[in-house]
């Protein structure tokens, strides 16, 4: 255990920098604010560090253990809340094969992007391929909207036209989400190993992604026409379940 | 069109005091910030006002328009984006008979609550009836989740143990969301004209809302069995579809 009590530490200043992307990209750390999830970073082996307030028993005994006064957690907190222990874990991004996969087209709502990631590990996925435009799962919001799904899934970045072939050569259909020359759903069979393309909120799966894609799929709807993307992935991940 | 100048102005104040639940529920009445909810609230003859800034011409046209100053619309809205137009609309809770309902109980987050209204509307829901406890759904975060749906759906506020009771004896089924002792929603029949009860994001539907239902369905899952409320009401809104 070291005890820290200057906010002008070279590792509190190296920990609110991983508040920013590019340094979460550069160290592959993040950092882990709700104490469910902070225990379960431990639990899956990805907790590095834990910063606790003086005076406080640390919620679980990380590799490195740091007493911090409230200044120093209140800067290293990306949340306007106070908390009173914060982690610090190191990114996974790959965890076993690659055969039941959701790929993101420029989702930009961290909450999306998370919900996504958690959605996917309910109904047996092992893969989140993100495009360069997605939000970061690994910044806060999407963490906490993963509620833990991000430690043991692969989660990584990838250029989906690549990816696309990668996974088709690999026997893996396919299959672009679209509203316009598209089968329904529920004409579908869904194969066990399979990749679905989730697009941005706005626009959806950029045409030169559907172009590659074995088949277009679309859900029914009544009318209104109008799914939010991380809904749209549950429906889907509910129809390609992996069955037990 | 009447020009305003004063954030003193008294209509200045009450437009600012619907930014609070009490005085949204208190006056029917709720504050619309983005250009293309503003059109459809306009579309679905709801708006009442329309506040612009000066010198800009009025997205639609409103029964009251209101040339605003930039102060202005910066103190009414809710946001920090500086929104040029401002519209104001009053609620218009029941628009149909309601057979095809979704209960929500306690669902705290807006986003959810207007996610599942957005769902609800896509998949041919008629309603969604809230308990107190749930977030408002006129509030910004919630209105912007629902895409205006919000504007043709039933959306109000009930007592759940009574409506569930009342539309037991309209014959409608009603559907409780429960892990527990309940049965997978592959093995359902989904009947036209069906309720289904959500819960809130951490516990759930309340034991004594669950005991008056007719049945208890749970999503089959692999393993991780969390899911966000909203994509449980999605994959729930798709099984149950009105079909064309």
């Not at 979460?24 to 910063?51: C, K, P, Q, T, Y």
């Not at 800067?75 to 908390?83: A, L, P, Y």
């Not at 833990?148 to 050569?169: D, H, M």
Request: with cysteine.
């Amino acid at each position: 255990m070291e005890k820290i009590t200057s906010l002008q530490n070279a590792k509190v200043k190296f920990w609110t920098s991983l508040k920013d992307k590019k340094s979460r990209d550069l160290h592959g750390l993040f950092i882990i604010e709700e104490r469910h999830l902070i225990e379960e970073a431990f639990n899956a082996g990805v907790l590095e560090s834990l910063l606790y307030l003086t005076g406080d028993t640390p919620y679980v005994n990380a590799p490195e253990l740091y007493e911090c006064t409230e200044g120093i957690l209140k800067k290293v907190s990306g949340t306007v809340s106070q908390n009173r222990q914060i982690g610090i874990a190191k990114k996974n991004p790959v965890h076993s094969e690659e055969n039941r996969v959701f790929l993101l087209d420029e989702v930009q709502d961290p909450g999306n992007v998370g919900t996504i990631i958690r959605t996917a590990k309910s109904f047996g996925f092992d893969t989140v391929i993100l495009s360069e435009g997605c939000a970061d799962p690994y910044g806060h919001k999407a963490i906490r909207s993963t509620q833990g799904a991000l430690f043991s899934l692969n989660v990584r970045y990838g250029n989906l036209s690549e990816e696309i072939q990668t996974l088709k050569n690999r026997g893996i259909p396919v299959y672009g989400t679209s509203l316009k020359d598209a089968v329904p759903l529920d004409e579908i069979t869904p194969a066990e190993h399979a990749t679905i393309i989730l697009g941005n909120e706005g626009n959806g799966v950029k045409q030169e992604l559907l172009s590659l894609c074995d088949q277009k799929i679309r859900i029914p709807m009544e009318g209104f026409e109008s799914l939010n993307v991380a809904i749209a992935g549950g429906i889907l991940a509910y129809a390609f379940r992996k069955h037990q």
